[in-house]
């Protein structure tokens, strides 16, 4: 299983940028999708979440702004960024719950000027 995310970039504060994490492989059972980032110093944190039970989870720095989406017959997950600030500078991670493990994706940068 490969994950590989894209759409990173550097923006200015108060736009928009769109990730997406491509998975491909042997895919079967899904458990959870999740966007996880990781800033200079800093421990990573979870962003945003298809949870097990099929619902949706947001970080509370970025409900509002954040939109986790995926899209199953091109197996891509994607989460929309709007309203960036420079705390969301982050590598941004995609990772993929399976019935046969867990898989991360390489990481995108995300870089908000102020």
């Known amino acids: 299983v490969q994950l590989v995310e894209s759409g990173g970039g550097l923006v200015q504060a108060g736009g928009s940028l769109r990730l997406s994490c491509a998975a491909s492989?042997?895919?079967?059972?899904?458990?959870?999708m999740r966007w996880y980032r990781q800033a200079p110093g800093k421990q990573r944190e979870l962003v945003a979440a298809?949870?097990?039970?099929?619902?949706?989870y947001y970080a509370d720095s970025v409900k509002g702004r954040f939109t986790i989406s995926r899209d199953n017959a091109k197996n891509t997950m994607y989460l929309q960024m709007n309203n960036l600030a420079p705390e969301d500078t982050a590598v941004y991670y995609c990772n993929y719950e399976l019935s046969i493990g867990d898989y991360w994706g390489q990481g995108t940068q995300v870089t908000v000027a102020s």
């Open positions: 298809f949870t097990r039970i099929g619902s949706t």
């Open positions: 492989g042997s895919i079967f059972t899904v458990n959870s």
